[in-house]
C-alpha cells in the first residue's frame, strides 16, 4: 500500500498532462513510465527526472516486496499501471501526428479535440479507481478524492459537449 500510493500519484500527474504543453505531453509520460520502471525494477539508482522534481530513487518495490512465484496484487496493479502508461504514450504520440497534419486534414483537430477531452474527462478518476478497487480502500479521505475527480470530470465533459465540440466543430466546417 505504501509503494502504491506513490505509484497512483504518478498516475495522477500523468492525467494532468492532458492540461499541459502539448510539446511536453509525451515527455511527461514517458518519464513517469521510466519512474515507475525503476521502482519496480529494483534497481536504486541516483537518476536525476524529471528536471529535478525526483532526484534520488532509494526506496523500490523490488527491495520491500519479496518475489514469489505467483502474480500479487502488486504486481497485477503495475502491470495495469504499465499498461495505462503504455496507452498514454501512445495517445499522446497520436495527438501529435494529428497536430501536425491538421492543415492537410482540418478535421484531424476535432479528432484531436475529442481525444483529448475524453482523456481529461476519464484519466484521473480511473486512475484512482485502479488503486480504490485493487486494494479495497475504504478510507473516506480518498473516496472523497474519488468522488471530487468524477464530479469535476462530469462538469468538464458538460463544458465540452457544450462549448469547445461545437466550437471545433465550426472551426473545421469553416475551413
Not at 495522477?12 to 511536453?24: A, L
Not at 501529435?96 to 484531424?108: G, V
Request: hydrophobic share 60%; charged share 10%; glycine share 4%.
Amino acid at each position: 500500500m505504501r509503494l502504491a500510493l506513490p505509484v497512483t500519484i504518478f498516475l495522477i500527474i500523468v492525467g494532468f498532462s492532458f492540461w499541459g504543453d502539448p510539446e511536453k505531453r509525451l515527455e511527461i509520460a514517458l518519464n513517469m513510465t521510466l519512474v515507475v520502471a525503476a521502482l519496480y525494477l529494483g534497481k536504486t539508482s541516483s537518476v536525476l527526472l524529471l528536471h529535478h522534481f525526483l532526484s534520488l530513487v532509494t526506496t523500490v518495490i523490488g527491495q520491500v516486496i519479496p518475489f514469489v512465484g505467483y502474480f500479487t496484487i502488486m504486481d497485477i496493479f503495475v502491470t495495469m499501471t504499465f499498461v495505462l502508461l503504455s496507452g498514454t504514450v501512445a495517445i499522446h504520440f497520436f495527438v501529435e501526428i494529428l497536430d501536425s497534419t491538421t492543415e492537410k486534414y482540418p478535421m484531424n483537430k476535432l479528432i484531436r479535440v475529442l481525444i483529448v477531452a475524453f482523456c481529461r474527462i476519464v484519466w484521473i478518476p480511473m486512475s484512482l479507481m485502479l488503486f480504490i478497487v485493487l486494494f479495497k480502500i475504504t478510507i473516506p479521505a480518498i473516496l472523497a478524492m474519488l468522488y471530487g475527480t468524477t464530479v469535476i470530470s462530469l462538469l468538464y465533459s458538460a463544458v465540452v459537449i457544450k462549448m469547445v465540440i461545437p466550437k471545433t466543430f465550426k472551426e473545421v466546417i469553416l475551413k
